[in-house]
Every structure is written in structure tokens, then in C-alpha cells.
């Protein structure tokens, strides 16, 4: 769902102007739980495509999105590439925070502020945003984050392609996960040949899967990855064909080339995590979540 956020404040409309011209994509999803809707989340992803440009804008101006104390953390970094991830990452997670809590309200981006906990989680402050926290991620031109209310934890991460890296990330598998990347790539190898070219790179998605399932996970329970990878080994990892699953296709919008699977842990058995094999893009988004939990589209009320 490439959806524009209703939201027609002036102050706000001038921040959102970017999201309007299809820059980023604004997904607003309900969480279903006993059958019934339980809250709402946002999900915004931001490409490539439109990261020079939007990092250009606020660069120029950064407190038109920042707080003064975020400003003190964004001059302190030295390099271009995390100025650009800590401005980026934090445009997609205040867009998510307003379309997810404001309708029609005035509301200027840099009053939110997310600080950071103490093992560097993210934190939203705001007086209107008692409940609502955010999860982050960034990488090589491509940011997400996720808005959602506290009581429903949830997270995500993002990486690309990378030979190399998803190299090392195989490296680290525990050895059921090895039997369980032969079995998804056999099984998978067929169907996904019109869009993942060679062996290697289905083997390299499989390992972007796994790993950002892990890094979802420790974020979910904040302790990021300062503990063993082994902690968080995955069981299992199905991939959801589009003809049987046409519900969470349609829920997040996906286009020809991008599938989805859910992958279950082994010691944290009370989440599951949902990825986006983004095969034009060359990346992976997984998004952690409790297990029990549903999705479906938000209708905004009249
Ligand atoms: C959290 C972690 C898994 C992030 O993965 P990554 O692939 O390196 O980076 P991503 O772009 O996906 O995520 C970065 C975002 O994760 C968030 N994050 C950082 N630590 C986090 C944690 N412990 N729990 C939840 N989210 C966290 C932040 O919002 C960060 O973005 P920001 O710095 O721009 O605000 C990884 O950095 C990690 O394990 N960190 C350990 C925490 C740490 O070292 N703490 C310092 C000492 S206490």
C-alpha cells in the first residue's frame, strides 16, 4: 500500500511533502488478537531512490526534524554515513509515530523526540505519545521503522545483499539451521528462479532472513545482539506462497518480485517473525511480533 498519510496540518504537510511524492511508503496496519482488532501500528520504509534527496533537505535544516538533543547526537557523529542513518532512520520512525497517533493534529516532527535507552533501544518522548514506541533500522540507502504501542512489542530490521557479509552471516548459523537453508533452498530453488538468479544468492537470502530475524528478536527484547547469536536460533523458516497467502500480500501491498516468510525461534517461542525477500531491491525487511498476532489493513474512520 503506497497510501499518502491523511494527515493536512500545515505544519506537518510541509514534513510529509516528501512521503506524498511516493518517496517513502507509509503502511498502517491493525493488530488482530483473539479475533478482534487489538491496536494499530505504522510501518514506513524509505528506498534508495529518494534517501539522497530527503537526507539533502534535512541536512540543510536539521531541526526541522530533530530536537535539540538529537541535533547534539547528530553533530557529534563524524561520519556522513551515520549522520545520514541517524537522520533518515528517525524521519521514518517520527512519520510513523505521527501517522499512527496524530489524525489531524498540528504537529511539528522535531517536538518528538527519540532518545536512547541504556543499551542504546530507541525511546519516544513526547507528552502526547505516553504509550507509543519505535523500532529502527537503517543500511546502505535504505531506512525503515516501525511505530507501535508499547503493550505490543514489536521490531525491525533491514539488510541487503551483500556477498560478503551474507557470507559471514552463513557462517554463523547453528547447524539445524544449516539443514533448514538446504531444505528452503530445494524446495524454493523452483519457484523463485524468474527473480533470484543463482544458488548463491538464494543460499545469501536465506542467510539475510535468518540473520535479521535474529537482530529483530534481540531488539524486540532490547538487548540487542550483546549476547550469543545462539540465544536466538531459528527453527524453522517457511516461505508463504503468494496464491495461498494472498491476505498478508495484500495487507503490506507487495509487489511482483517481493515475498514473504515467517520464521519461528527456538527459545522465544512466544514471537514469530515476518520477512520481506525484496528480490528488485535486493534486500530483506523482517519485522518481529508475537506470535498469535494477525495483521490486517487500517481503515481509518470517517
Ligand atoms: C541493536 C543491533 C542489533 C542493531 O543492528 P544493526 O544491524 O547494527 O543496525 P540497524 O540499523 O538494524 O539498527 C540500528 C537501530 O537499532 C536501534 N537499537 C540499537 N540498540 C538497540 C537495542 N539494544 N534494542 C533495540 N533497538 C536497538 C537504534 O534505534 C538504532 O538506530 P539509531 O542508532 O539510528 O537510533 C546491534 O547494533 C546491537 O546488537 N547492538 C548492541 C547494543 C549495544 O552495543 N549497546 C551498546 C552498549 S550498552
Not at 521503522?145 to 552471516?169: F, V
Not at 496464491?243 to 517481493?258: A, M, Q
Request: proline fraction near 3%; charged fraction near 25%.
Amino acid at each position: 500500500m503506497d497510501s499518502n498519510i491523511a494527515i493536512a496540518s500545515s505544519t506537518f504537510q510541509y514534513d510529509l511533502y516528501y512521503f506524498k511524492m511516493d518517496m517513502a511508503k507509509v503502511t498502517e496496519l491493525s493488530i488482530v488478537r483473539d479475533k478482534r482488532v487489538y491496536d494499530d501500528v505504522c510501518l514506513v520504509t524509505l528506498s534508495e531512490s529518494s534517501w539522497i534527496e530527503l537526507y539533502e533537505e534535512y541536512a540543510r535544516e536539521p531541526s526541522k526534524l530533530l530536537s535539540r538533543s538529537e541535533l547534539t547526537s547528530f553533530s557529534s557523529f563524524k561520519s556522513k554515513r551515520r549522520k545520514q542513518s541517524y537522520l533518515m532512520g528517525r524521519l521514518c520512525a517520527k512519520t510513523a509515530c505521527v501517522s499512527l497517533a496524530f489524525n489531524e493534529d498540528d504537529i511539528l516532527l522535531s517536538s518528538i523526540e527519540i532518545l536512547k535507552g541504556v543499551f542504546e533501544f530507541p525511546v519516544v518522548s513526547h507528552p502526547q505519545l505516553s504509550n507509543i514506541q519505535v523500532s529502527i533500522s537503517h543500511v546502505n540507502g535504505f531506512a525503515c521503522a516501525i511505530a507501535y504501542s508499547e503493550r505490543h512489542p514489536m521490531s525491525i530490521d533491514i539488510e541487503c545483499l551483500d556477498e560478503k557479509r551474507c557470507r559471514t552471516m552463513g557462517k554463523k548459523l547453528e547447524e539445524d539451521e544449516i539443514d533448514c537453508q538446504e531444505s528452503f533452498c530445494s524446495v524454493n530453488k523452483k519457484r523463485l528462479s524468474n527473480f533470484i538468479n543463482t544458488p548463491t544468492d538464494l543460499n545469501s537470502y536465506f542467510n539475510l532472513i535468518n540473520w535479521t530475524a535474529k537482530e529483530s528478536v534481540s531488539k524486540v527484547l532490547r538487548t540487542g545482539l550483546m549476547c550469543p547469536t545462539r540465544f536466538y536460533e531459528v527453527k524453522a523458516c517457511d516461505f508463504l506462497p503468494r496464491e495461498s497467502f494472498k491476505d498478508i500480500y495484500d495487507v503490506f501491498g507487495l509487489k511482483e518480485g517481493t515475498f514473504v516468510c515467517v520464521s519461528m525461534f527456538k527459545h522465544f517461542s512466544q514471537y514469530k517473525v515476518i520477512s520481506f525477500l525484496d528480490t528488485k531491491l535486493g534486500n530483506v525487511i523482517s519485522i518481529c511480533l508475537p506470535k498469535k498476532t494477525k495483521l490486517k489493513k487500517f481503515n481509518r474512520p470517517n
